[in-house]
Structure formats: C-alpha cells, structure tokens
C-alpha cells in the first residue's frame, strides 16, 4: 500500500569546496598528486546506481520560497560589437583570428593529408549583437520571467588595456542601460567580473594569469565595477570556472590564451585565480541559472553548437529571439518555482470493482505433448546388468487405458504456479504453425489441438480463465505457417482468409473451454507495410465476424483485437509543435489499427493527410462492405503497453530521428529506465488509457500485457516490484478518478523460461522459484488494488464457478462406474453374510 508522507520541502545546500582547494594544497607545498583532471569520474560512478528505484525518480516538490530563478549569458559569447566604441581586443578575439595552423604544424596532426586546408575558425565579431540589442535580450528575459540575469562584464570594454586608469566611458554606459532596463522589468542582475576574456594587453605584458601580479589589475578592476554599478547590483561572481581558464587556457591549449605549458603551469594559474577569489569580498547566491539566455558564440566549437533558450539565426541582419521549447518549459517551472506534487501524481489508495480481471501473460506457451507412461502400449525390459536402461520388446504390445489431459505432465505443474499466484486469468497465445502446419485444415495436428484444450480445461477447472490469442508476430515466419510466409506473408489477401479458417477450427475445438479471445496479439505497426495492415484487419474482422455468427450464441464468449499502445509524450508540453508531433506518432502507432476497428471504420485523417504531403499514396481505401465488415468488429478494447517515447519536433540527434514522420525521439534523463533501457513512466499508462476514451468511447478495456525488464542476476526484482505497483497504481486512477471503464490487468511474464528477463518466477535447473516480484503481485490481487483506511472493510464475496461438464466426476465416468460396483459388490457380500448367519443361528437351536 502506497505509504502517506508529509511533503518535503528542498532546503539549498552550501556548494561542495571545489577542485581548487586541492590545486592550493598542491601549489602551496603539499603532497603531489599523480591524477589528472577526469580521473575522478570512476569515484562518481559508484553512485551512478541507486539503492532503490525510487531514489533514481524525478521528485516532485517546490523549492524554498525567494528561490532565485535565473539565465545567464556571457559577454564574448553573445555581444559582439568587437570593435565598437573604443572597445579593446580580449584573448579572446586574438585566439579566434590567429591563422589556421599550417600542415607541418602539430595542431594540424590530425588533419588528412592532401585534404584542403582547414576552415578558418569562428569568431565571436557579431556573435548574437547583444551590444546592440539591450532591448531584444531584456524582452526574452520578460517572457522567461526570470527573477535574475547573470551576465559577464567585459573587462576589455570597460578597460581597453586592462589598466584602470584609462576607463572606456562607452562601455560603461551600455552596462548602466543595460542595468536600467533591467530595473525596470524587477529583474536583479547577477553580474560576472571575469568570464574568460581576459584583455589581450594583459596577456602580452604579464603572460597573463600565469603573473601573480595580475591579481592587483583584477582588484582594481573590480573597484572601477563595485564603484559604478554597486548600486544597482548586490550579487556578484568573481570568476566562471576558474578550472577552464588554469587547464584549457593554460596548459592544454584548448581554449583562449592558447598556452600549451605544462601541468605545474596550469597549477599555477589556478593559484593565482584562487588568490583573486580570496582577497574579494564574496556573496552566497542560492539559486538555479539556466545556461544560456540566447544562442551564442560556444568557445571553442564556434557556432557548431546552440545551447540558448532562444533561438538566433546568425545569419540574419536583425538576429530576433525566437523561443524554443526549453525557454517555455523553463517559464513553466519558474512559475510553479519547481515542480510541485500535484494531486494525481500522488499514490491513491481504493480497489477494483469485485469482478476485475487479474491476470498473468505467456506468450509462448510450451507445447509439450508428451504422454504419461501409463498410455504406452510396449512392453519394455530393463536390463540391470549392463547399460541399466529400459529395452524396448519388439512386437509385444499390452492394452492401454484411454488417455486423459493429466497425462500431459507439463501442464498440472503450470496451473499449479497460476494458483499459487492467485491470478483469475491466463493468457497464452496458440502457435497457428504447430496446429495447420500447411497453412489450412487439409493437415491438422490433431495432438497439438488437444494439448491446447487440456490446457484450457484444466485452466477452467482450477477457476482460472482461459485467455487466448490467435495470433502473434514471432519468429520464424512472424507466427504464420511456413506456407503462407513464403507466398507473402500478410501482403497475401489469401493470409486473411486462411487466417478466418484458422479461427473457426479453434472456435470450434476449444470455444467450449475458452470464452475471451483475442484474434491478434500486438501486430507491430512499425515494422509493417500498410498492405499487410490492411489484410491483417480483414483478417480479424472476418474471424470476428465468424464467432459473432456461428459461435456466440452457443458459447457465449468475447473477443477483439489487441493492440501495443505505448504513451507518446510531447518533450515540451506547452509547445504546439511538439503536441503535433506527439499526436502525429499516437495516430501511427495506435490509430492506424484502431480507428478502422474502434472509430470510423477507416484510417485516420492525421495519416493520410501526412502521407498525401509526402506524396505516399500507399495507404489502401476500404470499399464500403470492408467497412461494414471491419468496423464494430469488437467486444472490448484490448492493449498492451509497456513503456512512454518523448518526442520532439526539433531534429536534434540523427540517429533517433524519424524522417519518416520528422519527428525526434529523445530520452528524458529524469526518467528510470530497466537494463533494457525501457522507460519507466507510469503516469503514460493513465495518459494513453484516457487517449483511448477520449477517441473511441467509453469502452470496456483491458490492460492485456504490461511489465519490464529487470536484471536476471539480482537476487531482487526490485525495479519490476516499483514498475508493478506504480503502473498499477495508475490504472487504478484511472479507474477511479477518470471514470475508465477498466476490467482487467495482466502481468508481463508468466517466467524467465519463456520470456527471460521479464518473469515472475525465476527458472533454473527444471525448476520454478517465485521472485519478490510475484509475491508483491499476489498481495495486490489479494487487495484487489491498494485498499486505505476507507476501503478495508469492503471485501467482494467468493465466486465459485459450477462447471458440470469440468467436473471431476464428469470426466472419471469410468472410475465412477468401478466405484459404484466395488460399492454395489460390498453391500451385496454384507446382505448375504448377515442373511446366512442368521438363518444358521435358527438351525442350530
């Protein structure tokens, strides 16, 4: 039961001492260190898995009022304006408009030989013209809603050669505009004193920062700051990430000044940064600042990459802001000043109604027609002397009794882990391969088909209800007979009709036993031709049609099609793009089947419409009677789902984008994910169970599959008992809360032996052991969901299902007889005794 918690409040943490305190250490005479930068990340992989599954989830809570909401930005990165108004040349400019390196040249190792010269490096001239855009930057700062703007101050604006004593007055005009417009908006400024670009006369006469001496230049410039602009800003950053500037700059090369020396040079300059921080008086600033306000100049990968909340097209002469999906997002989450527990995020208690359906999958069955010893008709030896085996007697043969379904020894044990589960149904699929090994009724595999009813009967018999699949995609020949793979699978319209044929002998065989059917199990609409869908629907509605009129009235089931329905979450909710998208890939994947079946008996507009754009015109048009005849073709709304996809608009990452439907896939690090990397996202399941109402109906629907991965070497199934009792939990607000129409839910798997990595019972050594995972699961069917308080003395009163034609006398009529007569024989023998006795008695006297 979900346990009740009073909400947490965040509290902000004083950051932890940073590197430098140990490049001190070093600097100052204390023990050498013999790692290098980086090789610490094997101590924070130790944390990279949490305990539990639950330490690993996104929480949901607010942080502490007056938090500081904040986006920054970074003088070089986005003013430009490199020559404007007396502005003098920074490292940074230098180390952008050096030549490229010549080929003999050590840089230049790794460029091929014969290839052209390499391209002439970016530079941040123009950058995103934030020198002469004060009002465009502030506007974005507005739409945020941002409580405060962290920018840098360039050092070579405001003092062109570095010294104080020859101040640029233009520069320091556009930081007081800049501050008043700021002030007009109630944003609070959060300034940065030094953010890399040192200025160039600086680097030439001191060698930079590698001179203690820098450290008075510093001071002094940070005086002519405080002087001007203290009024206006009471939170200031001395230096951004002074481990850049000492490593990259200094001993690596990589970034502005360019100075490739060595590792003490590096320590060295950090030395000297750390004295500039210790000598300034600092603020404690608790707050979270989103990197960056606007796309700008990256350092040294140029313009190749965009890490602004706002979009800017370098090329264009006016470099508007244009929102992206980030920025909207990140006004969403300063508005709620974090991310607060909503209502029907939170664990609900109640139950199911008394005749939910709790249940259990196995995909693949084993079939195992192997009889018991007592059906075998030879007579053997066994030869105790040499090879201690049994000898078949060639030519002797005994009379045998007729077999009945406990012979098949597989299936007694089955039933009897389903029992311990306390689960009221099973659904298993049948292997169409195995019973019409041609692909029609011209060759039925008459023992296989039997094997299948004993299942079924012996189901009924422990009270367990039988559910049964047709069909389902599987290897070899995606579930189908050899024949008709080979003659085109699904692409074949014959595959519709043979698939008709199919149903009705099962219908017939063991519709007796089995009244839930499902005509196709999870038909991947990914990997799948429109032709092939469109036979396929033909084909469950022709099978359903068949049971609807030969078999329903006699037998009494149901039956429909069920589909994999797994939730699509747009990556920003308040982004229409995004929604489209997101809509776009539901219709694809859900729709496509669905609608015809569910809806209005054809595909959906969304699909056709996006493929006529494309100019596809693959997609088949049903004739009116296919619509009449696949339309309705349902007696409940059956889906599996397993999992929710985040999609994006926006094509970001080409290995996960869909050119297909220009959509991009992304992964949400907030998210659990399995060994499989699935995500774990129960409220998609609340999500997709509403989609489907909202578009098909109030319908009765049944969450036929559903489970995960977990590691088959952990002794715990933890991440599956999390994964269990939260997607649970969530059918069962949509149940309450949203008024679905739910019926039943099924685990997903029945055992690692027919599906590894997703049991609930562990296999090994011919042997079944129950995991945590199922027991957790038996508790919740016990329950019938997560009773509270309110709900604990609701019970639903037994159901005990009278079967005359399951009974154990009904199918024992010949142990019945000998019973009878053994009885018959007995009282017969007791009559004549005490007749005799007492007739000699008479005698004698």
């Known amino acids: 039961m979900p346990a009740r918690a009073p909400p947490r409040r965040l509290r902000a943490l004083p950051p932890p001492p940073p590197p430098l305190w140990l ?36 929480l949901h809570d607010t942080f502490p009022d007056g938090f500081l909401w904040a986006v920054g930005s970074a003088a070089y990165q986005t003013e430009g304006g490199w020559q404007q108004h007396g502005k003098g040349a920074s490292i940074w400019d230098t180390f952008t408009h050096r030549p490229p390196a010549p080929p003999g040249d050590p840089s230049a190792a790794g460029w091929p030989s014969g290839a052209p010269s390499p391209p002439p490096p ?25 409580t405060h703007y962290r920018f840098s101050i360039s050092w070579a604006r405001v003092l062109p050669n570095g010294s104080a004593s020859a101040p640029n007055r233009e520069g320091l005009r556009y930081y007081r505009r800049l501050l008043e417009r700021l002030r007009e908006l109630g944003v609070q400024p959060v300034v940065t004193l030094y953010h890399w670009d040192l200025p160039q006369r600086l680097q030439d006469a001191y060698g930079g920062w590698a001179n203690r001496a820098l450290a008075d230049h510093f001071r002094d410039y940070a005086e002519l700051c405080f002087r001007h602009f203290g009024g206006q800003v009471k939170y200031w950053i001395t230096i951004d990430n002074p481990y850049v500037v000492a490593w990259h700059g200094y001993a690596t090369g990589r970034l502005a000044p360019g100075v490739r020396g060595s590792p003490r040079l590096g320590y060295l300059v950090a030395h000297n940064l750390l004295l500039v921080t210790i000598r300034l008086d600092g603020v404690d600033v608790i707050g979270y600042t989103a990197w960056s306000l606007m796309d700008g100049f990256e350092w040294h990968r140029g313009y190749s990459i965009r890490r602004g909340l706002f979009y800017v097209d370098f090329l264009s002469q006016d470099k508007k802001l244009l929102p ?7 006004q969403k989450l300063i508005e709620n000043n974090g991310f607060p527990p909503l209502p029907e995020n939170q664990p609900l208690e109640g139950t199911f109604p008394c005749d939910f359906a709790w249940g259990v999958v196995d995909n693949c069955i084993q079939v195992d027609t192997t009889l018991s010893q007592f059906t075998d008709p030879n007579v053997y030896l066994w030869d105790v002397h040499h090879s201690k085996r049994l000898i078949k007697v060639d030519g002797a043969v005994t009379k045998t009794r007729k077999s009945y379904c406990v012979d098949f020894a597989a299936i007694r044990p089955q039933i009897a882990l389903l029992q311990e589960m ?213 007696d409940f709304l059956a889906l599996s789902h397993y999992t929710t996809i985040l999609v994006d608009w926006e094509k970001e990452d080409p290995i996960k984008y869909n050119d297909y439907l220009a959509v991009q896939e992304m992964t949400d690090i907030t998210w659990l994910n399995s060994p499989g990397q699935v995500a774990v996202v129960p409220w998609g399941l609340r999500k997709v169970l509403n989609w489907l109402k909202a578009k098909y109906g109030d319908l009765p629907m049944y969450i036929i599959s559903n489970g995960i991965d977990d590691d088959p070497h952990a002794a715990q199934d933890s991440l599956r008992v999390y994964y269990m009792q939260n997607y ?111 007739k000699g008695r008479r005698g004698y006297k």
């Not at 992206?324 to 990140?330: H, N, P, T, V, W």
């Not at 027919?754 to 016990?782: H, V």
């Open 728 to 838: 649970v939990n969530e059918a069962l607000k949509a149940y309450i809360l949203d008024g679905i129409n739910l019926c039943g839910y099924f685990a997903y798997s029945f055992n690692d032996r027919t599906a590894p990595k997703f049991g609930l019972y562990r296999y090994a050594a011919n042997q079944f052991e129950p995991k945590p995972s199922m027991k957790y699961y038996r508790k919740i069917i016990d329950n019938n969901g997560f009773p509270g308080p309110e709900t604990l003395g609701r019970f639903c009163p037994e159901e005990f299902t009278l079967c005359t034609e399951c009974s154990f006398f009904h199918t024992r009529k010949s142990l019945l007889a000998f019973i009878a007569f053994l009885l018959f024989a007995f009282v017969i023998s007791l009559s004549l005794i005490f007749y005799y006795s007492k």
């Open 23 to 58: 490049l001190l250490l070093l600097a100052l005479g204390g023990r050498p260190l013999s790692a290098e930068p980086g090789d610490g990340v094997q101590t924070w992989a130790r944390f990279a898995r949490p305990p539990t599954p639950e330490a690993a989830g996104l």
């Open 122 to 146: 970016a530079t941040g001239d123009v950058a995103s013209d934030g020198y002469n855009n004060v009002f465009r930057d502030t506007e974005g700062l507005r739409e945020l809603g941002v």
């Open 324 to 330: 992206k999906s980030s920025a909207l997002f990140y």
């Open 422 to 634: 306390h689960v009221t149904h099973f659904h298993f699929s049948l292997d169409w391969a195995l019973i019409l090994p041609l692909g029609n009724r011209s060759q039925v595999n008459l023992t296989v088909l039997r094997f299948y009813r004993c299942v079924a009967s012996e189901l009924v018999r422990a009270n367990i209800t039988p559910v049964v699949s047709l069909w389902r995609p599987a290897a070899p020949h995606q579930g189908l007979p050899a024949p008709l793979a080979r003659h085109g699978a699904w692409e074949n319209p014959h595959t519709a009709l043979a698939f008709a044929e199919y149903a009705s002998l099962c219908f017939q065989d063991l519709g007796r036993h089995v009244k839930f059917w499902i005509t196709m199990h999870e038909p991947s609409t990914r990997n799948m031709s429109y032709s092939a869908g469109h036979n396929l629907l033909k084909a469950h509605a022709l099978a359903w049609r068949t049971y609807d009129e030969r078999f329903r009235r006699s037998q009494k089931g149901k039956i429909s099609i069920a589909l994999q329905a797994d939730w699509i979450e747009p990556a920003c909710p308040f982004s229409p793009e995004d929604r489209e998208v997101a809509e776009r890939v539901l219709e694809f994947d859900i729709g496509w089947l669905a609608e015809p079946i569910f809806g209005s008996g054809d595909y959906p507009r969304v699909m056709r419409d996006w493929l006529n754009q494309r100019n596809n015109f693959l997609l088949p048009y049903f004739t009116d009677e296919e619509k009449k005849l696949v339309r309705g073709s349902f």
